[in-house]
């Protein structure tokens, strides 16, 4: 096994609690944080909307201010101390931001379109900057004031997932010392209704690898990891998976090419076999042809040996945010010793030859695979290990 | 890393990729179907095998043309196009690439306001360090075509960079070297005016230069800070 970077500090805000300590209590409880959806639409379904009101950014950052805006400064600030102790270790320009969304602020421009229509001007104050990814970025440098490499990963549902392909390279490389990486993402009009179109969209609570599973819920919240060259933590990123799937913008190689390709290309930097890893976050959608595609993959390279868990039925799809998001519950698994009930996915579809956790297991594990798949066939795979 | 080929049309009214399928190109932007002709138009011109290519694409406001569609569906009956939503998405293009191209290989999108080109250098530099023999960066931004967005000198612009590892001298434009970041002013004097406010504007003047051959620093960026390169002859 190579030896990786340390992950000296995570925090995580999403449908589960606006808190780290509160999104681990409700994993490790087997809680869902799927309730009825914020946003107003036109059929049935649920979401994992963070229930807490977020606080505003500091007055400095008005211009700035929106759900997204919100959601970050949230994550950034349950992470100042060991944020400051990394610029204070390492200097600022060692520190690099590599961040990932999907949506962006694009719930902005919706409410600012829909208000030019009816009243023939956009409301005061809008600024079309504020939905653009680059926003991210703004917001970290305004609070934590890295003057290293910075910027955003936009691959839909794998963006910061990605992310940590990116930390890795720029830490080998020697840019940097130290990499916060990440993703957020909210609820928008856009994204719930055009999935529904693609009609994916379950009406109740997502059923991940169920034998019965009819969509996926949608959710908003997110994440932030800090990666740095040494250090202490429980866990360590060990190998980043990156391919493409070259057949379908929407629908997935039906037998998971790339997939199988991500996951082994992970592996592979990790220094690690199949026969290594104890435990995979999969990307587990809820949607038949998600579902059915990694489950085949999952399958081909490890049989049924490995327990597979999916978190959407948690916090919903969180799009942009949820490769970080589910690379800080991979590294929970790790640090707290269990693993999380796969919520919903009972019936399992027993053609799919997995072994799911059908009930929370207290169970330590050294070695996690986290799976995020995207629009376009984006696959990464991101492999973690306990600190030795 | 050496610089290899590279492609820019700003004038071009209709880009034509051959290798996007028919069903494909119909339904595409105006930006993808730019960043595909100038993509693969450099990566053949380089010689490069545009199946096994890493690839990285820059776009800092995405697919403007297919967000303003959805948004009059929005306010129009709320029915969405699911073709305009799956199209939506920053890497629509490297999607479509990797269809067209049958290409299995890693690709990126970056989205990083006036630094993406930059950050894109540097995306590829770091593959090639690690892993990559090739690299094509594909950059792009469509106009605002937002009623109450104004974006007078955004006009769209693509353009593409091909990065190899070695290539024998003389068989490349030169060679790119990312120094660091720089507080001083971009190299903005080169960039017309109808791409001003284009944020991949700052790469006209970078294969301005190479194109000259011309050896020397560059820097890339906004108004404000950027990031310097620095050209070196092959």
């Keep these: ?72 400064c949230g994550l950034l600030r349950q992470l100042e101390a060991p944020l400051l102790a990394a610029q204070r ?27 030019f229509k009816r009243e023939g001007r956009a409301p005061e104050g809008y600024q079309f900057s504020r939905q653009l990814p680059d926003a991210l970025l703004r917001i970290v440098r305004a609070l934590a004031p890295f003057s290293g490499p910075g910027v955003v990963v936009s691959t839909a549902c794998s963006s910061s997932a990605k992310v940590f392909g990116v930390a890795r390279r720029w ?60 250090g202490t933590g429980s866990a360590r990123l060990l190998g980043v998976g990156e391919t493409s799937d070259a057949f379908h913008m929407t629908a997935p190689h039906p037998e998971g090419l790339g997939a199988i390709a991500a996951m082994e290309a992970a592996m592979r930097e990790a220094g690690l076999s199949a026969g290594d890893i104890e435990h995979i976050n999969a990307h587990g959608t809820g949607t038949s042809l998600n579902d059915a595609a990694e489950g085949k993959a999952i399958a081909h390279v490890f049989g049924d040996r490995v327990p597979v868990v999916s978190t959407k ?59 995020s798949f995207a629009f376009g066939g984006n696959n990464v795979c991101v492999a973690f290990g306990a600190a030795s | 890393m050496a610089l290899v080929e590279g492609q820019c049309d700003p004038t071009a009214q209709e880009p034509v990729c051959a290798l996007l399928p028919a069903r494909l190109a ?18 053949t011109s380089a010689g490069v095998d545009v199946s096994s290519v890493s690839t990285v694409f820059g776009t800092a406001r995405g697919e403007v043309e297919m967000l303003v569609a ?47 080109v930059a950050l894109a250098l540097i995306e590829a530099a770091c593959l090639l360090r690690e892993r990559a023999e090739a690299v094509l960066i594909v950059v792009g931004d469509d106009a605002v075509n937002i009623p109450f967005v104004r974006r007078a000198g955004a006009q769209p612009l693509a353009a593409a960079i091909c990065l190899t590892r070695d290539r024998p001298a003389g068989q490349s434009f030169g060679t790119l070297a990312v120094v660091g970041r720089c507080q001083a002013p971009a190299s903005r004097a080169e960039i017309p005016t109808q791409f001003a406010d284009n944020p991949i504007a700052p790469v006209l003047p970078l294969l301005s230069a190479l194109q000259r051959r011309s050896a020397g620093e560059i820097a890339l960026g906004g108004d404000d800070a950027g990031w310097l390169v620095e050209i070196g002859q092959s």
């Design chain 2, 70 to 116: 959805l948004l009059e569906m929005l306010t129009d009956d709320g029915q969405l196009s699911p073709a305009r939503f799956h199209n939506s998405v920053y890497n629509t293009a490297s999607g479509h690439f990797s269809i067209a191209a049958v290409n299995h290989c890693f690709s990126t999108t970056l989205a990083v306001g006036h630094d993406t």
């Design chain 1, 313 to 371: 039925g948690y916090t919903g799809h969180l799009l942009g945010a949820a490769g970080a998001t589910e690379a800080v519950f991979s590294i929970a698994s790790i640090e707290h010793g269990f693993l999380p009930v796969s919520l919903g996915s009972v019936p399992a579809d027993s053609d799919l030859g997995l072994q799911l956790v059908q009930e929370t297991l207290e169970r330590r594990v050294k070695t996690v695979l986290s799976n």
């Design chain 2, 26 to 43: 119909r339904r595409a932007s105006l930006l993808t179907r730019m960043l595909l002709a100038v993509g693969i138009q450099a990566g």
């Design chain 1, 89 to 115: 270790r390492w200097g600022a320009d060692r520190i690099g931001v590599a961040l990932g969304t999907s949506t962006g602020g694009i719930a902005e421009t919706e409410r600012a379109f829909s208000e």
């Design chain 1, 171 to 230: 830490l080998s490389a020697g840019l940097c010392d130290a990499v916060l990486v990440g993703g957020v993402d909210t609820l928008c009009q856009i994204t719930l209704r055009g999935f529904h179109s693609l009609e994916l969209v379950a009406p109740q609570p997502c059923r991940p690898f169920a034998r019965d599973r009819n969509g996926l819920n949608l959710g908003e919240g997110g994440a932030l990891l800090l990666l740095e060259r040494e």
């Design chain 1, 1 to 72: 096994m190579h030896e990786g970077f340390p992950i000296t500090a995570y925090s995580a805000s999403n449908g589960l609690g606006a808190t780290t300590r509160d999104v681990i209590q409700a994993l490790r409880r087997g809680e869902s944080g799927l309730r009825a959806c914020p946003i107003p639409v036109p059929f049935e379904t649920v979401c994992g909307a963070i229930a807490d009101e977020l606080a505003p950014p500091p007055p400095a950052l008005a211009a700035e201010d929106s759900r997204q805006t919100r959601i970050l």
